[in-house]
């Protein structure tokens, strides 16, 4: 286990080295400095602008600069935002997409686990096609249309629900974690039907259920630990794609996190903080996936005894 | 080992998996529809009349029209294009790439195939959608880049699958006979290896048109991906989005053909993938 664990540490440092340099490249080779936009701006104030954000420098030097910057969690500062430096931004809107996406995940955690195990424990039954369909429309449904659609439904035609902002009325939150989390509800709920079914059939079952362990202790001690291996895998991927997710959710809910910072940030070619919420983002999806790998690993008793 | 039957079985259980039959029915009709756009639509995705503005549906106008007074059943149609355009195009760009690494990998094997595939596992865990957001934005929004840009993200699953086959039939009798008998590489590839693993690509290849298609609907919706006069169903959907409060059917019609056929994509794919591989249809 901890030799796996620091070999894909040792791994994950020059992946995440190799991700900076590309990425500063890529932007580098862009077409049009960053104050292209601004036309009214004075030939002196563009050398000063220059001369304040190192542009002048070779490009080497300016990687060299940015990268050991970066060692040292400075991320440059912002374009778009004078005085603003890029940490700073990702560190006010880390907490509310990190707030979004542990709703969602929580949300998508309850509702998947539950359907999709009470969909193997009753096997072909209403129990099993009814949240099975509801699955279906909860992969099919892109969350770009979902979100627009409880909006309309449970914000405008039924005022039910606010339908924007981030803890600024009561009940904002729900439809943003809802939308965000329920795509993920639909994919648990499938793995865990089908990971259920798997472990259902399997000998070690059928001697808890010889031994006259009642069915929930059967299902809750024995079955759910390996059956649930699937989901815990998944996890990983998922927090990657909620992260996608949240660019869409914090659009159309409007909400001041680091997605729709970086939505933002692609439209107004704000390279610096371009540059340093998808170092950020790969940083952290590398974390949750061996987090997630890690996870799965030690649930699985054959996989823990191997390492 | 003989194709042909497994081919014929396999299309004989694909048309008793009604599910998948209905599926493929209407992804044909969608594709016949979209191909005759020009020549079926009711009007010109780009005519506008700016009398009518938004309005509901009618006689003329079965589905209304946006705010600018264009034919909304028209517009969808045209979109169709795009969409399915989109998806075909950027799957053909995953295929290519993903069946080459992943023959390549499998066969050569050793070190080769190690090298190979740890890429893969380093490419998996990056946040992919965030390049294509970044390559996007720095060259333009382009379709062709958009197709390549997807393409190039989607093709890792495929090279597993395929480098997982051919694992499994490098060591049969008649690949080795025929690299006994001194067969290029390249002619392994195509005309032993790639006529054996047909059945897997295809199940594959229809699964990830679903998911090529959501990617191009979410960079549209951000704006970052078909640019206007053009319109895919991603843009239509954003359009709708902005005027939902008021015109309602400018969100819904789109959004239910983009639904209607993402659910047939997946599941003709699901029904294809349980003709061909009976051993999985158990979940």
Same mark, same amino acid.
């Given at each position: 286990?901890? =030799? ?80 603003? =430096? ?19 995940? %929580? ?50 035609? %039924?005022?039910?629900?606010?339908? =924007? ?11 943003? =974690? ?64 909620? %992260? ?64 | ?21 209905? !599926? ?26 700016? *009398? ?29 294009? $795009? ?18 690494? @992943? $023959? ?25 959608? $965030? ?50 008998? !001194? ?12 006529? *054996? $693993? ?23 919706? /951000? ?45 003709? !794919?699901? @029904? /294809? ?11």
């Amino acid at each position: 286990m901890i =030799s796996i664990f620091f070999k894909r540490i040792l791994l994950a440092i020059p992946v995440l080295f190799a991700v900076a340099s590309i990425t500063f490249f890529l932007i580098k080779i862009a077409p049009g400095g960053p104050f292209d936009a601004d036309r009214a701006v004075s030939p002196q104030v563009l050398k000063n602008l220059n001369e304040t954000y190192n542009l002048d420098a070779s490009n080497w030097e300016q990687y060299v600069d940015y990268m050991s910057g970066l060692i040292q969690g400075d991320l440059g500062p912002s374009f778009r935002f004078p005085g603003r =430096s890029v940490t700073e931004m990702i560190a006010t809107g880390l907490p509310v997409t990190f707030e979004l996406a542990f709703y969602a995940i %929580l949300i998508a955690l309850l509702m998947g686990v539950f359907s999709g195990v009470l969909a193997a424990l009753k096997r072909n039954t209403v129990l099993d096609f009814i949240p099975m369909a509801i699955a279906m429309i909860g992969i099919c449904v892109p969350t770009f249309l979902m979100g627009p659609l409880l909006v309309l439904i449970f914000g405008i035609n %039924l005022e039910l629900l606010p339908v =924007s902002g981030w803890g600024q009325l009561p009940g904002d939150k729900i439809l943003p =974690s809802i939308t965000l989390g329920f795509a993920y509800a639909a994919y648990i709920a499938r793995l865990s039907r089908g990971g259920m079914l798997e472990v259902l059939n399997q000998d070690f079952i059928r001697t808890a259920r010889a031994k006259g362990l009642t069915e929930r202790m059967v299902v809750i001690k024995h079955a759910m630990q390996g059956g649930l291996i699937p989901v815990v895998s998944f996890l990983g991927p998922a927090i990657a794609g909620l %992260l996608a997710g949240s660019f869409v959710v914090e659009t159309i809910f409007q909400i001041p996190g680091l997605g729709r910072f970086y939505v933002e940030a692609a439209f107004n070619r704000d390279y610096t903080m371009i540059l340093g919420t998808t170092i950020f983002f790969s940083a952290m999806i590398v974390f949750f996936n061996l987090m997630s790998d890690l996870a799965a690993l030690w649930l699985n008793p054959r996989s823990r005894d191997a390492s | 080992m003989n194709n042909n039957s497994l081919w014929s079985d396999a299309i004989y259980r694909l048309s008793r998996n009604k599910a998948a039959m209905i !599926g493929g029915f209407i992804l044909i009709m969608l594709i016949i529809l979209a191909a005759l756009a020009p020549w079926i639509a009711p009007y010109s995705y780009s005519f506008q009349d700016l *009398n009518l503005g938004a309005s509901p549906p009618s006689a003329d106008h079965l589905l209304g029209t946006d705010i600018l007074g264009r034919d909304l059943l028209s517009r969808i149609l045209y979109g169709a294009r $795009i969409s399915l355009l989109v998806g075909f195009v950027a799957t053909g760009v995953a295929l290519v790439i993903g069946v080459t690494w @992943g $023959i390549v990998a499998g066969y050569i094997g050793g070190r080769v195939d190690s090298i190979m595939m740890r890429i893969v596992d380093v490419l998996y865990g990056l946040p992919f959608i $965030i390049f294509i957001i970044l390559l996007m934005v720095i060259f333009g929004r382009n379709l062709w880049l958009l197709f390549g840009a997807i393409g190039a993200v989607e093709w890792l699953t495929m090279a597993r699958i395929v480098r997982g086959q051919v694992i499994g039939l490098k060591n049969q009798e008649f690949v080795m006979a025929a690299r006994a008998m !001194g067969v290029s590489n390249l002619s392994m590839f195509r005309k032993h290896l790639l006529p *054996n $693993i047909l059945g897997p690509i295809a199940v594959y290849a229809t699964l990830t048109i679903p998911q090529v298609m959501l990617l191009e609907g979410f960079l549209s919706f /951000l704006g970052l991906g078909i640019q206007p006069p053009m319109s895919s169903w991603g843009t239509l959907i954003k359009d709708g989005v902005e005027s939902m409060e008021e015109y309602s059917w400018l969100l819904i019609y789109p959004g239910i053909t983009f639904t209607i056929t993402l659910f047939a994509l997946n599941f003709f !794919g699901d @029904g /294809l993938r349980d003709a061909l591989d009976p051993k999985t249809s158990d979940n």
